[in-house]
């Protein structure tokens, strides 16, 4: 204690004798200084007297409560995060090629893209699908375009991550359909389905039926799965799109761990035990460009996450505190213009997701602010996150920007303000009302305003944009998706219609329309039958359509 | 005599939800002191149409992230001649690659924004129109 009191008096002597008299002289740059998220910063940062008071409260050991340090213990010294690159376009055919080629590179896990229809359940040939088939990811209508997406790809040696919310189910039993048919036991089998409705109604749009069916929908993946595939993350909360619209670090923390708060209250609510579907919940996160604010940002995510947990939810299971995250490279910090430059940016960003503690990360191509990437720039991506991992030596230590002055100052500056957010979205009845009443999307939208006032006006800098910038020809050489592609899928689909057993399919949704009637029923075996009949994603979800109703956005500008 | 003011309708057509650039376009534009609607997300070509018609608007701003701008642009401004709705002035915006620009406007797209513009540059258009 003597000796911070010993820095107090230093500092002042410091700041009047020194400091004073360089700042008199040379002015700083800024009035101000503040993170990315307008965090304020401090000139320099100092031992502060409660830190080692309180140390194995705020950050204790690796692989334990509260996982400030790291949800496990030796993190990448026993084993690097999972490289894994999201992916998709077109059809199964070309997808399964793109897939296989990034395995090839060295890629340790799948994560794959779906097209919007897919997203909405709307099958290749809806009108709606008009102009939207195969384009940001690939076109999945039935379990037969499935099999196709994964020829050659033994679903007990990869682990594949879908992204894929409203109509999660689905896909989920279509995988299950798939690993039954290629004889791997279903406890073999890992991955990740994103199933995070709540952010599609915040920030990503592709919800379909209003919030109780949907949060039915997801108590009763994480029923099945528990006992069925048990090794399988039955959701995915993501952050990643709310920072995308435009919110704050500390926005995008605060909104994903309420997001977790409510899926986690709801499922106790209809009768499921915390430890017994807690531990397969996972999250995904952002990584921009201010490199400290966001280790900050994951370091605070696991404390706060873990407390929530036992305090909150009594969750008694070390693996139902622990927050373990997959990590992307922030796609809106990608500029049209120099795009090479991107390849730096997403430099730093993997970086600090690498040094924040990510379980698995996908970095952005450096042309995706114009179009999908191409392989060569693919290639680029994942070979940062392999040097990065390889030659950075960043690896070799856990955590190793714990004990900074400034990265734990930030970090409890993080969860302070992230505990006010969930404080205030308690207030408001918890986050589906938070939600119904657009207050987080007005947060979001606020913030999104402010960030591009400042970049027009300039007080951002966005090198190549308003800073820097150079005439150059337009890019050369973008990935297209052949418009042709809808056709070769629709006639697909009408083939796999013509030779399906008419008698069983119906059968199959018979059921499933009674169960979506019972609430008691569990849907997920009811859609798997379904699949299994090679029912269409676009019939189920239609089904389901008129049983749940469609959700409505509340417009706020 | 009192000016009317210009109104204009920012529209996602599609199945995309990436509307931070719609709502952000929309809200600088107001600001800028223009009347201005925006439609929300997963809007057909018909119903924008339909808006912009019912709301007597000056001009459409549409917004897509998704790649199926060649597609659906094209559909509304078709629609707003059948509907005898020409006036309207068509600009759309988001992830066009440039090589598409010039089939946009071929199509009647009166211009095409693309990530980096400044507001201005969409004001300076909306003022340069008769």
């Known amino acids: 204690m003597a000796e911070y009191k010993k820095i107090e008096q230093r500092k002042k002597l410091w700041e009047a004798n020194v400091l004073g008299k360089v700042l008199a002289r040379f002015p700083e740059t800024r009035q101000s200084f503040a993170t990315g998220s307008a965090l304020p910063l401090e000139r320099v940062y100092f031992p502060e007297p409660c830190d080692e008071d309180h140390y194995l409260e705020n950050l204790g050991f690796p692989g334990e409560y509260p996982f400030t340090r790291g949800v496990q213990p030796t993190m990448y010294r026993g084993r690097l995060w999972t490289m894994r690159q999201y992916a998709g376009f077109g059809t199964a055919e070309e997808s399964n090629q793109r897939y296989k080629f990034l395995l090839e590179q060295g890629q340790t896990g799948l994560s794959i893209a779906f097209d919007l229809p897919t997203q909405i359940g709307y099958d290749s040939d809806d009108p709606l699908a008009e102009g939207e088939v195969g384009k940001v990811g690939v076109a999945i209508d039935t379990l037969k375009d499935m099999e196709i997406l994964f020829a050659g790809i033994p679903l007990d040696k990869v682990s594949t991550s879908m992204t894929i919310n409203a109509p999660a189910a689905i896909l989920l039993a279509m995988y299950i359909a798939l690993a039954d048919k290629q004889g791997v036991p279903r406890d073999k089998l890992q991955g990740t389905i994103q199933n ?39 959701i995915s909360i993501s952050g990643y799109h709310i920072r995308e619209a435009g919110s704050t670090a500390v926005q995008e923390v605060a909104f994903t761990l309420a997001d977790g708060i409510e899926y986690v209250r709801s499922a106790i609510q ?3 035990k915390v430890d017994e579907f807690a531990g397969r919940l996972s999250f995904f996160f952002n990584a921009h460009n201010d490199l400290f604010e966001e280790v900050a940002k994951f370091r605070a995510a696991r404390r706060i996450w873990a407390r929530v947990m036992k305090e909150k939810f009594q969750a008694r299971k070390p693996a139902s505190q622990m927050l373990r995250f997959h990590t992307q490279t922030g796609g809106s910090t990608l500029t049209a213009q120099q795009p090479d430059n991107n390849v730096v940016r997403v430099t730093l960003q993997a970086l600090a997701a690498v040094l924040g503690g990510t379980q698995s990360l996908h970095t952005n191509s450096r042309e995706e602010a114009l179009a999908l990437p191409a392989e060569d720039s693919v290639r680029i991506a994942l070979r940062t996150q392999q040097v990065i991992a390889y030659e950075s030596g960043v690896t070799g230590t856990v955590d190793p920007l714990a004990g900074s002055y400034f990265v734990e100052a930030l970090t409890d500056r993080v969860e302070a303000e992230v505990w006010a957010y969930l404080d205030k979205i308690e207030e408001l009845g918890g986050m589906v009302r938070a939600i119904e009443k657009g207050y987080v999307q007005k947060e979001i939208q606020d913030a999104a305003y402010r960030t591009q006032r400042q970049i027009e006006a300039g007080e951002q800098v966005v090198v190549g944009v308003n800073r820097f910038t150079v005439s ?38 018979a059921a499933l329309k009674e169960g979506a009637r019972s609430p008691e029923a569990n849907l997920m075996p009811l859609i798997l039958d379904c699949v299994r009949a090679y029912a269409s994603l676009g019939e189920i979800c239609g089904l389901l359509r008129s049983e749940f109703g469609e959700h409505r956005e509340t417009v706020i500008l | 005599m009192a000016v009317k003011k210009i109104r204009i309708l920012i529209a996602k057509p599609g199945l995309d939800g990436h509307d931070r650039g719609a709502k952000y376009v929309a809200r600088a534009l107001k600001d800028a002191g223009y009347e201005v609607i925006y439609t929300g997300i997963r809007q057909t070509p018909e119903a924008i149409v339909k808006t912009a018609i019912q709301e007597d608007v000056d001009f459409i701003g549409l917004s897509l992230l998704s790649g199926a701008h060649k597609e659906l642009f094209p559909r509304v401004v078709e629609l707003l001649k059948d509907n005898g709705a020409e006036d309207i002035t068509v600009m759309g915006g988001g992830i066009i690659p440039g090589e598409d620009i010039p089939f946009l406007k071929d199509k009647g797209i009166q211009a095409v924004f693309t990530p980096g513009t400044p507001i ?5 258009f909306i003022e340069s129109r008769p």
């Not at chain 1, 006992?227 to 993350?233: A, G, L, R, S, Y």
Request: with cysteine; hydrophobic share 40%.
């Open chain 1, 196 to 234: 995070d409705i709540l952010k599609e109604y915040i920030a990503r749009g592709t919800y379909i039926f209003p919030p109780a069916p949907s949060m039915r929908l997801i108590h009763n993946i994480f029923a099945y799965c528990s006992t069925e595939v048990p090794n399988w993350n039955t």
């Open chain 1, 472 to 509: 150059e020809p337009p890019p050369q050489n973008l990935l297209r998706v052949d418009p042709a592609l809808r056709e070769v899928q629709v006639k697909k689909l009408a083939e796999v219609r013509k030779n399906r057993n008419a008698g069983r399919l119906g059968e199959t949704l």
């Open chain 1, 270 to 272: 209809v009768g499921l």
């Open chain 2, 120 to 124: 201005q540059a969409v004001i300076d």
